[in-house]
């Protein structure tokens, strides 16, 4: 099993930056695909984005596309979320989970772990 845990969440102006992390430990990170979800107050908690265990292929939610990119260090055990020009509808908690595969992570079926989440908010 991997354990997660997310930092980087805080408080930040309309259009400014932050950077997420999500520390791993456990089973070999390297063997699991990542992504970062995201719950909105009063929202049902879903997909931003994801990378393959290789981090040769990503995907996002369109909503962030061209804003958000997610990146990972295997030697460091490491998912980043980088967030540009944020927004305040992009308020909520964000978890990374890990996945067997890329296709489960953007599905959000058979995660095999969540972190506890960290939260954004965006102010206007």
Do not use: H
Request: charged share 15%; aromatic share 10%; hydrophobic share 35%.
């Amino acid at each position: 099993q991997v354990q997660l845990v997310e930092s980087g969440g805080g408080l930040v102006q309309a259009g400014g930056s932050l950077r997420l992390s999500c520390a791993a430990s456990g089973r070999p990170f390297s063997t699991y695909a990542m992504g970062w979800f995201r719950q909105a107050p009063g929202k049902e908690r879903s997909f931003v984005a994801a990378i393959s265990w290789s981090g040769s292929i990503t995907s996002y939610t369109d909503s962030v596309k061209g804003r958000f990119t997610i990146s990972r260090d295997n030697t460091k055990n490491t998912v980043y979320l980088q967030m540009n020009s944020l927004k305040p509808e992009d308020t909520a908690v964000y978890y990374c989970a890990a996945a067997k595969s890329i296709w489960a992570v953007q599905a959000g079926n058979s995660l095999d772990a969540w972190g506890q989440g960290t939260l954004v908010t965006v102010s206007s």
